[in-house]
């Protein structure tokens, strides 16, 4: 069976990850989330996925190649053109990135199934897909229900007591919502939808193709289910997912490397002195880790491979990416270090080479800056105050 990711998006709301990975490519300890979406499209029996590309569409196609190490058939069509030898992504809309590809070749001959590539999920695509059929619907949206005062966060999906479409509110408030059904950006079609996507241009399944549907009557239904969705669209939903795995709630993901302690897990050949720090599980340390006599870390805590935590640093509900040195006495508490940027759990950033903060956080790669300690503890601070 056929299906779709769509991985062409810019990933604006995920930046500063996005600046050089594209979201599908963002991992979940250690594995990219296009991945686990992979292994869900094998088990329930689809093999043949197309994958439209655009920004840093090399990052997803190099990793993923043609798909034989993970079980599925992938080819990619890549959305852009290129510039002074360099690729520029120019993304042609959700919509538009399925016309692409059945204007190319009819690739979608039979039911198919379209997946967004930025969110973990452990949904019965067979049973939904049977649902699809029994209704004879030309376009099924998987719903899932969330608590009211959560609708204004989401693109809201309103039905008749069939299933039956009629009507859809973005992000609408408590008191406008008509439903606390939302679109989860998993949906079914079948290829005839395609009669409605004008060629050669912009189109989006959400903002277009589906209020065109709405509007001549077709017979588009929504599916309320009953699974495990983790989107991982903006900055806060990934430190929430990855706060999530490490303390056990979300289903299918298991913490990698190897269990040292209660709670406390690391990769290969990690430097640390057990009896002389201060470690609060859930915690994993990547491989190739230094981790110096008098940090302390409070889980849940993800610290990437490759990086070197100082004597008395303190990280807790954190979630530190590779490569990165965090200078003695930096205290992060709610942050997600990338690089050199440093975002607290709401979103806000700050980039520590402008705010001259970059001696504090640091490349592995490169010799630490040595700074007064008066100084230090006088930055440290500010950092913890952000």
Same mark, same amino acid.
């Given at each position: 069976m056929k299906a779709m990711i769509l991985a062409a998006g810019k990933g604006t709301r995920v930046r500063p990850i996005t600046y050089v990975t594209p979201k599908p490519m963002i991992q979940i300890l250690q594995k990219p989330v296009m991945e686990f979406l992979l292994e869900l499209l094998r088990q329930h029996g689809f093999d043949q996925i197309m994958v439209n590309v655009s920004h840093l569409a090399n990052e997803i196609e190099n990793y993923f190649r043609d798909g034989q190490r993970f079980g599925v058939e992938i080819a990619y069509s890549f959305e852009g053109r290129i510039e002074d030898g360099e690729?520029?992504?120019?993304?042609?809309?959700?919509?538009?990135?399925?016309?692409?590809?059945?204007?190319?070749?009819?690739?979608?001959?039979?039911?198919?199934?379209?997946?967004?590539?930025?969110?973990? @999920?452990?949904?019965? $695509?067979?049973? &939904? #897909?049977? !649902?699809? =059929?029994?209704?004879?619907?030309?376009?099924t949206v998987v719903m899932k229900s969330v608590p009211k005062e959560e609708v204004s966060s989401y693109g809201v999906v309103v039905t008749d007591e069939d299933g039956r479409i009629k009507a859809f509110q973005e992000k609408p408030s408590v008191e406008e919502a008509l439903s606390n059904n939302i679109n989860t950006g998993i949906y079914i079609f079948e290829p005839e939808v395609l009669d409605y996507v004008p060629s050669g241009q912009e189109y989006d399944i959400g903002s277009q193709l589906f209020p065109k549907l709405v509007e001549i009557s077709a017979p588009f239904y929504g599916i309320p289910m009953d699974f495990q969705w983790v989107d991982i669209g903006k900055v806060p939903d990934y430190w929430q997912a990855i706060q999530d795995v490490l303390l056990g709630n979300i289903k299918n993901v298991q913490i990698p490397g190897h269990q040292v302690k209660?709670? @406390?897990?690391?990769? $290969?050949?990690? &430097? #640390?002195? !057990?009896? =002389?720090?201060?470690?609060?599980?859930?915690?994993?340390?990547?491989?190739?880790?230094r981790i110096e006599d008098g940090a302390k870390i409070v889980g849940p805590t993800m610290i990437g491979p490759n990086c070197w935590v100082c004597g008395g640093?303190?990280?807790?509900?954190?979630?530190?990416?590779?490569?990165?040195?965090?200078?003695?006495?930096?205290?992060?508490?709610?942050?997600?270090?990338?690089?050199?940027?440093?975002?607290?759990?709401?979103?806000?950033?700050i980039d520590v080479q402008e705010a001259a903060l970059d001696w504090l956080i640091t490349d592995t790669r490169q010799a630490p800056p040595s700074h007064p300690a008066v100084e230090r503890q006088a930055i440290a601070e500010l950092l913890d105050s952000h």
């Open positions: 690729l520029v992504g120019e993304a042609i809309g959700s919509a538009g990135g399925m016309r692409r590809i059945q204007d190319f070749s009819p690739f979608f001959d039979d039911t198919f199934v379209v997946l967004c590539g930025d969110a973990l @999920i452990d949904l019965d $695509l067979t049973a &939904a #897909v049977k !649902w699809h =059929k029994a209704k004879g619907s030309i376009a209660e709670g @406390i897990y690391t990769g $290969l050949n990690v &430097a #640390v002195n !057990w009896d =002389k720090v201060d470690i609060t599980g859930p915690v994993y340390i990547g491989g190739m880790t640093a303190m990280v807790e509900n954190s979630v530190i990416f590779e490569y990165s040195r965090l200078g003695p006495g930096v205290r992060l508490v709610d942050k997600l270090v990338f690089g050199r940027y440093c975002v607290d759990k709401n979103g806000a950033t």
